[in-house]
């Protein structure tokens, strides 16, 4: 490590600020050809027409196939919060068709059957107030699983979302800022490419991991740990990193890293719905990834986990598998790689991550693990795998409604609290910021903490003293 290593508050020293510039001039042209279109302004003119090929002919189906029976407004955590009705998935299924069916067909506002039956054209300020509705939603996924006539909500959703960037109405004021920095910088943080792999150079001064991990692109691995952007430039989440190198290293597992080849994954971009930058940060990632010729993909985070084991395969095929930390790290204790041997004597209750849980599959391996911890008690949270109730902030959610997330963050905190655990235990950097506002907001006494941190106790890769010190 040489002087010019310095702790994670350099990132605002004038050397970092110089290298964004650099940055930014690096990625001109990536911004002029990715700019997002501005919203029309507020008339009462009629919209623009939504572009239905977009939709799969089983998606059209589905917004007829609302029943009406609001079994899903009982579990939405936004409507929770805000008791509207087009913040429902119901409300919101119906006033899309209600859109559409004046838009198209027979019915139309424009055709002579609509102009009968009185039908008014869709105007620009309804549409503004349909994307506004549209993005108070985390994508959690909660309404798919209880939805009794299995319509596949979020993949509706993020396909309305599409449509509504593409007419210039969404995503939001406040998201644009997120998905320019993330199609400029390649992070949704807006941080220089160049300082994405600075946290390792950090932990490593700091005698918190004993070897920077290895640069794949110029040293072949068996393993690939994606990083993920939020655990790489986000410091109070920077345990994760350096948990998981520490797994790894400890395991003896041939792996490495991209350093600041690593990009973002490009979920916050599918979310939005900014579907044609996504296929192009995805494309890049899988030419970037197959090249590679690892033969395993491991990630600490639930979002990029879904964004490249679900979403990528949709536009490109993996030579690789893609697996969670925590399915990994399983794997290595059945493989007899990695011995728990340490006692973890602690109260510990899990969150399921919204994007591992309901829309990867992944609800066993994490109890599973946290079974195979010694000393540890595990206390389920009434609500739990497929009804675990979302931390609020994934989707967007966050970013445009800061407040909303606060208290949904809020009521999973108080869930967790009333089991009496002392840990709140989560796989994810994004759910450990989301919760970490509840728990702030409350004062709440108990601790957030992310599952390879408990790991690494029962491997005997003892936290920082700081950390020692938070706990
Ligand atoms: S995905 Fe979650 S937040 Fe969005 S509508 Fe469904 S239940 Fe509500
Ligand atoms: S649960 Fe399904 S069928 Fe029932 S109101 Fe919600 S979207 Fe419609």
Redesign the pocket.
């Known amino acids: 490590m040489d002087n010019n290593d310095e702790t994670r508050s350099a990132e605002t020293t004038e050397a970092a600020e110089t290298a964004e510039v650099k940055d930014a001039a690096d990625s001109a042209e990536i911004k002029e050809t990715t700019e997002v279109p501005e919203p029309t302004e507020v008339s009462c003119q009629t919209a623009e027409k939504i572009n239905l090929e977009k939709f799969s002919p089983r998606q059209l189906l589905e917004l007829d196939a609302c029943t009406r029976c609001g079994e899903?407004s009982n579990?939405?955590?936004?409507?929770d919060q805000d008791n509207r009705e087009p913040?429902?998935?119901r409300g919101?299924a119906t006033q899309f068709k209600d859109i559409v069916s004046r838009q198209h067909g027979v019915f139309s506002a424009d055709s002579v059957l609509g102009r009968l039956l009185g039908k008014k054209p869709v105007t620009v300020e309804e549409m503004k107030q349909f994307a506004r509705d549209l993005y108070?939603?985390?994508?959690?996924?909660?309404?798919?699983f209880?939805c009794p006539v299995f319509i596949d909500?979020?993949e509706l959703?993020e396909r309305i979302r599409e449509c509504i960037v593409d007419s210039g109405y969404g995503p939001l004021e406040m998201q644009k800022d997120l998905v320019k920095k993330t199609k400029a910088y390649d992070n949704p943080w807006g941080q220089p490419r160049s300082s994405r792999a600075r946290w390792g150079k950090i932990a490593k001064k700091k005698k918190r991991i004993k070897e920077i991990p290895g640069d794949i692109s110029k040293q072949k691995a068996e393993v690939l740990y994606f990083v993920g952007c939020t655990a790489s430039y986000d410091n109070n989440v920077e345990e994760v990193g350096i948990n998981t190198v520490n797994i790894l290293s400890h395991a003896g597992i041939d792996f490495g890293i991209l350093g600041n080849r690593e990009k973002c994954c490009g979920s916050v971009l599918l979310r939005m719905g900014d579907r044609e930058s996504f296929e192009r940060i995805a494309k890049e990632n899988i030419q970037q990834f197959n090249d590679l010729g690892f033969k395993t993909f491991v990630t600490s985070c639930a979002g990029c986990l879904k964004t490249v084991r679900e979403d990528y395969k949709k536009i490109g095929g993996l030579n690789f598998e893609v697996k969670h930390t925590l399915e990994y790290i399983v794997d290595l204790i059945k493989a007899g790689r990695l011995e728990l041997k340490n006692n973890v004597n602690a109260k510990v209750t899990y969150h399921d991550p919204?994007h591992l849980g309901r829309h990867a599959g992944c609800f066993d391996a994490p109890r599973e693990l946290l079974s195979l911890i010694p000393g540890l008690e595990f206390v389920e949270m009434e609500r739990n795998r497929e009804n675990s109730r979302?931390c609020?902030a994934g989707?967007g959610?966050k970013s445009a409604y800061p407040d909303m997330q606060n208290e949904i963050s809020q009521k999973r905190v108080a869930d967790a609290v009333a089991t009496g655990a002392t840990e709140l235990v989560s796989a994810c950097p994004f759910c450990y910021q989301g919760l970490q506002i509840g728990i702030q907001a409350m004062d709440a006494k108990i601790r957030m903490r992310d599952i390879t941190e408990l790991v690494c106790m029962a491997i005997g890769e003892e936290p920082s003293p700081e950390d020692r010190d938070k706990s």
């Open positions: 899903c579990w939405c955590p936004a409507y913040l429902t998935p919101r108070a939603c985390s994508t959690c996924m909660q309404c798919h209880v909500t979020v959703w919204c979302c609020g989707g959610l």
